[in-house]
């Protein structure tokens, strides 16, 4: 199988991928950006798509999810990943020495309370961690540091000056993982993802919450999103702790979209593990 993922080799959608794949073989793709990925995986180039959706530290990733609304996916794998921040540079430097760090703008943000003790760094966005870890191997300025994965930093043969630099030592991310919609599944599920847009008035949201209330479907998560084209109107990401199969959840979607709701059912998959955190401590 093969499957899709933003970035290079070394990023942290790679060790999704790897835990996805659970010692099957697989061949893995890196694309520039999240949109060529999943045009990929309309265009039948790979089998499945890694996405971050949701970072316990950042929050929601909207740049992916919002390009999940309309389409013809589903999202069968929930896989969630440990994100342990190092500061890597291509030799060891003091860090009086480094003028600029580079990184994902979602991994900055995570490390923004380390990074602020140090006013002399410029801070820097690039297009994915293990990318920042590459570019800083080939550019001749020593003075230069990325932030990434530990695991991108001996891959790329580069010098840890600092782990866990993370705000939050429990930092993790969740990824889903998606494929094109080919019919239904009988295997176990226990969580689905959809998105849902009502008309936009008085008490819609509240009907809403209370269509699954009364199918006993319990939501775990809830986001608003802006309707392109529709200024100050919504729409909603939400997780149901519920298989698209079982009789709640199925009748309580018949009831919204019989309102003239639109519904897109992102998938129904198996709750994702969240990793141990016995022994961490912070930094």
């Known amino acids: 199988m093969i499957i899709g993922y933003q970035g290079v080799e070394g990023s942290y959608s790679t060790v999704a991928c790897k835990n996805f794949a659970d010692g099957k073989n697989y061949e893995s793709r890196g694309y520039l950006t999240f949109k060529l990925l999943v045009e990929a995986l309309q265009n039948g180039e790979v089998d499945y798509i890694a996405l971050p959706v949701e970072n316990s530290t950042s929050g929601p990733i909207t740049r992916t999810i919002d390009l999940m609304k309309y389409l013809e996916v589903e999202a069968i794998s929930e896989i969630y990943v440990k994100i342990d921040h190092a500061l890597i540079t291509k ?97 176990f599920k226990n969580k689905t993802s959809l998105y849902i847009e009502t008309d936009h008035s008085t008490g819609s949201l509240n009907e809403l919450l209370s269509i699954f209330k009364e199918n006993d ?27 698209i199969q079982e009789s709640g959840l199925a009748g309580a979607l018949d009831t919204i979209t019989s309102r003239g709701a639109y519904v897109n059912v992102l998938g129904s998959f198996e709750r994702g593990r969240i990793p141990s955190y016995d022994g961490i401590v912070e930094n």
């Open 217 to 243: 479907v319990n939501l775990v998560y809830l986001m608003s999103r802006p309707i392109q084209n529709k200024p100050f109107s919504y729409g909603f990401f939400i997780d149901v702790e519920s298989g």
């Open 91 to 187: 030799n060891p430097v003091e860090m009086s020495e480094i003028t600029k760090v580079y990184s994902h703008p979602e991994a900055l943000e995570q490390c923004y309370t380390y990074l602020s003790q140090y006013p002399n760094i410029e801070v820097l966005e690039f297009q994915d961690t293990a990318g920042a870890v590459q570019m800083v191997k080939e550019s001749p300025d020593e003075t230069l540091a990325s932030i990434a994965g530990s695991h991108a930093a001996k891959l790329y043969d580069m010098s840890v000056i600092r782990e866990n630099i993370s705000d939050n030592p429990l930092n993790t991310t969740r990824f889903l993982f998606f494929k094109n919609r080919n019919g239904t599944s009988s295997e």
